[in-house]
């Protein structure tokens, strides 16, 4: 039987200033799922992640991480079971070297210093900084940062590993090393990885299933193919479908009788299609 590694259960959240953040969000991520929370700035997003890891407790509701109910006595085993990796990494990395920042998490674990050594090596491998050890973090650039602050929180033996808008401030180049690193993580073990993001054109590459988020509530959830095609939910949430997707949809709406089913999302699937489209029209010709 499939394990839940959170469930959220009609939760509520409400600032100090008496901001609403989150109204009635339901939602379960099963173990070893890639998930998308889906939605515009200001829906919520930071806030539900904070509620999963533990930072912050519900005004309102249920949250239960890993079989835990979110709770003063559980907090604790959440916080090493759960790895947030925060929007600005400035905000993760502040040490005087990237070395003393990947150690510190395992280190104040009591961990063996072996063991410790260990973990932060194997954390900057998978994130290819190797060399880096030595930099201060404010030297690296901004993909650097990102896959800096990723590696604090692989060192640690955490089952769920959430980002936070992965690829804010990403050139085009960090954003596909990025993408590479977070498909290795899957390959690589049974970690649960929630991503909070509003790039759609990003969530192809990295998630099976999507919860879109706007104004504090869940709109809806699914597979990536089914809610980032969905036009009408994707307009209610401000936002728009994958620019691939879109153009595939256009090409059949103004070529009938061609038709792309099911329509790419990434380039690869991109690629694929336009090759059986080059087939259909040289046979139709000849």
Known sequence: MDEVAVEVKDVKYVYPDGFVALDGVSLRIMKGERVAILGPNGAGKSTLLMLMSGLFMPSKGEVN????????????RIRKSVGLVFQDPDDQLFCPTLWEDVVFGPSN?????????????????????EGCEDKPPHHLSAGEKKRAAIATVLAMPHEILILDEPTANLDPKSRMELIALVNSLRKNGNMTLIIATHDVNFIPYIADNVFVLDKGRIITGGSVRDVLLNSMVMAEANLEPPIIGRLFRLISEKNKGVTSEPIPLTLDEASYEIDRLIRYCKSNRS
Do not use: I, Y
């Open 109 to 129: 674990l009591g961990l063996p210093d072996e063991e410790v050594s260990m973990r932060a090596r194997e954390a900057l491998r998978s994130v290819k900084l």
């Open 65 to 76: 991480v890993l079989g835990m109910a979110m709770e003063d006595k559980n907090l604790h």
